[in-house]
């Protein structure tokens, strides 16, 4: 039955809830909690912003490298600021901690639709970030030449399947709860058709916990039989282990979630969970963003700074500067990442030779030290000038000091054609 206009705005006039006995609603000026929402909102959307820009600074200006991971996150920022746009909608209307006795029915309105979004939202951000970290993971932990036959390369797909398909069956359960569409939000429509939505919430909240928990667990065997010293084990063990805030975070989400469903005064209940959604969220882009960290730090020479003052020694084994491979190949750090990445594959599948020094060097390239029995040095087109005579020769002077005489000799080398302007050798 349709309502005239009339009859529809007396509807929303209504008191959204019964106020209890002896308590006096006011639908004017409501008591609320909003400067503390807008600070929450406004400080986890700044340290969102801030981990994807120092992650956009560590891969793309120092390392040069874009993957899909970085088009993951572009997505899971674009969603997550229309999210905290949606958060911060809700100070105006209906108001953070506000009894809902102190509301009017067409009041929850834009605030069932922006419930809707927030929920929307959250459903696809996750899925997108902790897609890219364990896409991330997988090329830094996975063996390259038997990857289906490690448990660690099965446990990351599999999270990775799980969170693809459950946040686009929630997001198609939260815009089915009613029919029609309109009465998710149209709280003053005939809600018959409804379904009730708090089984999947709180079946949301248990498979974002329960991912978190295996994510956090998932890479430490793995971190602890590599080859380092037990000290870099730790640090790399810390790095993959902050996925503990994000455990935290999913925990008292899903305890507000359990409120919230069973309150009968939803509106007021509705702000921690908001909270905690935004709290969940942040976790993942600081996770995403804290790998980079040790090599920006290093870049600007924070971490020397801070070893001298702390009276360690400082080395400077490696190459430093933007598009420097002495970064490490997925911007772990030029120390942790390139002996992880070099200690977890096969020997036959790395593609340039390191050295290692534990004392705090961390890995260095040396190059592609590729042989005859390796690679073809020799072009076709040079073999003739190789037969013809010696190409190069090389004087090698070695002075001797001490007891011993300065000695001087030359040594000639096999001649290898230069490829453009570096000389390879073998």
């Known amino acids: 039955m349709s309502l005239t206009e009339e009859e529809l705005a007396a509807v929303l006039d209504t008191p959204a809830m019964e106020a209890p006995e002896g308590v006096e609603p006011d639908f004017d000026n409501p008591p609320n909690e909003n400067g503390l929402a807008l600070a929450i909102i406004t400080i986890t959307l700044a340290i969102g912003t801030l981990c994807v820009l120092l992650r956009a600074y560590g891969r793309v200006y120092l390392l040069r490298k874009v993957g899909i991971e970085e088009l993951l996150i572009i997505c899971a920022y674009g969603v997550y600021v229309g999210q905290a746009y949606c958060c911060y909608a809700l100070i105006e209307t209906p108001g953070y901690f506000v009894h809902q006795w102190n509301l009017k029915l067409g009041q929850l309105i834009p605030t069932s639709f922006n419930v809707l979004l927030i929920g929307s939202f959250y459903q696809t951000v996750l899925p997108l970030l902790k897609t890219a970290i364990l896409l991330e993971w997988l090329k830094i932990l996975a063996p390259q030449g038997n990857r289906i036959k490690s448990p660690f390369w099965w446990g990351c797909v599999s999270i990775i399947a799980l969170q693809i398909s459950w946040g686009i069956a929630c997001v198609i359960l939260l815009n089915m709860q009613c029919n029609p569409h309109e009465a998710i939000w149209k709280v003053y429509m005939p809600r018959e058709l409804c379904f009730n939505l708090v089984p999947v919430q709180l079946a949301s909240g248990a498979v974002q916990l329960f991912s978190d928990v295996i994510m956090l667990l998932l890479p430490q065997r793995t971190i602890w039989t590599l080859n380092l010293s037990w000290k870099k084990r730790l640090g790399v063990s810390l790095i993959f282990g902050l996925g503990i805030l994000a455990c935290v975070s999913a925990a008292f989400r899903l305890s507000v979630t359990v409120t919230y469903g069973y309150d009968a005064d939803q509106m007021y209940t509705l702000g921690p969970v908001v909270f905690w959604v935004l709290a969940e969220t942040t976790c993942g882009f600081f996770i995403v963003c804290m790998p980079c960290l040790p090599k920006i730090l290093k870049d600007k020479g924070i971490i020397s700074r801070v070893k001298r003052r702390l009276g360690m020694r400082v080395t400077t084994a490696g190459a430093s500067g933007p598009g420097s491979s002495g970064y490490g190949k997925y911007g772990y750090g030029s120390n942790m990442n ?8 096969p020997v036959a599948t790395a593609d340039a030779y390191h050295k290692l020094d534990e004392e705090g060097g961390g890995g260095v390239p040396m190059g592609h030290m590729k042989t005859e029995s390796m690679e073809r040095l020799r072009r076709p087109g040079d ?12 004087q ?3 002075h001797v000091h001490g007891d011993g005489a300065s000695q001087t000799g030359s040594d000639e080398v096999e001649s290898i054609p230069r490829r453009g302007n570096q000389a390879w050798y073998h």
């Not at 390139?338 to 594959?345: G, H």
């Not at 073999?383 to 090389?394: E, P």
């Open 396 to 398: 090698v002077a070695v």
């Open 338 to 345: 390139t002996e992880v990445s070099a200690m977890s594959r």
């Open 383 to 394: 073999m003739h000038d190789a037969k013809g005579g010696i190409m190069r020769t090389t």
